[in-house]
């Protein structure tokens, strides 16, 4: 097993990421028929991530191993309920949301996913935040059963209708 260490995304990283954004993607339309090909949305949602997250007060890291090769990564945006919108408790108005979370093939399953989450829940506490979200497809039982043994529970459910 590989060492690796968590640290915040570099716009040297941006390269790396690209390739892992659109193998992200491709994992996800292979689950749902909605999905823009990978390699065509891949650069330009991953600027669209950076500046949601960055814009947010969110935040982007990096999984690198002992050689400094970028080995996956984590985007973090804060949410906040709208002005006025008071059917939430105060303390849940404001809550982290994992918007992307990749880690390479090759590396899975060795607490490198882990190690990005904890990351960014200690961000969010260090924020004072007291929730964290993340959505996936119900198709992908991979990322249900990461989440849950992060004890990440479901806590709403969208539906959809095709028209």
């Not at 570099?10 to 390269?15: A, E, G, S």
């Not at 191993?65 to 996956?72: A, E, F, I, S, Y």
């Not at 990749?102 to 399953?109: G, T």
Request: aromatic letters at 8%; a neutral charge; hydrophobic letters at 40%.
């Amino acid at each position: 097993m590989q060492i690796h260490s968590i640290r915040r995304y570099q716009p040297k990283d941006f390269p790396a990421l690209v390739p892992m954004m659109a193998e992200l993607q491709e994992l996800e339309r292979a689950q749902s028929g909605d999905r823009t090909r990978g390699e065509v949305m891949a650069e330009a949602h991953l600027h669209y991530l950076l500046q949601l997250s960055s814009s947010t007060g969110g935040a982007t890291w990096v999984a690198e191993n002992n050689k400094g090769v970028v080995q996956g990564f984590l985007v973090l945006a804060i949410e906040s309920t709208d002005p006025g919108d008071e059917y939430l408790l105060e303390r849940y108005r404001k809550v982290g949301n994992i918007t992307d979370l990749f880690v390479l093939p090759a590396v899975r399953s060795q607490g490198v996913g882990r190690l990005l989450v904890n990351t960014a829940e200690d961000y969010c506490r260090g924020l004072g935040l007291a929730r964290v979200v993340v959505s996936t497809l119900q198709s992908n039982q991979s990322a249900i059963a990461f989440y849950r043994q992060s004890a990440y529970q479901p806590h709403t459910l969208l539906l959809s209708k095709e028209l």
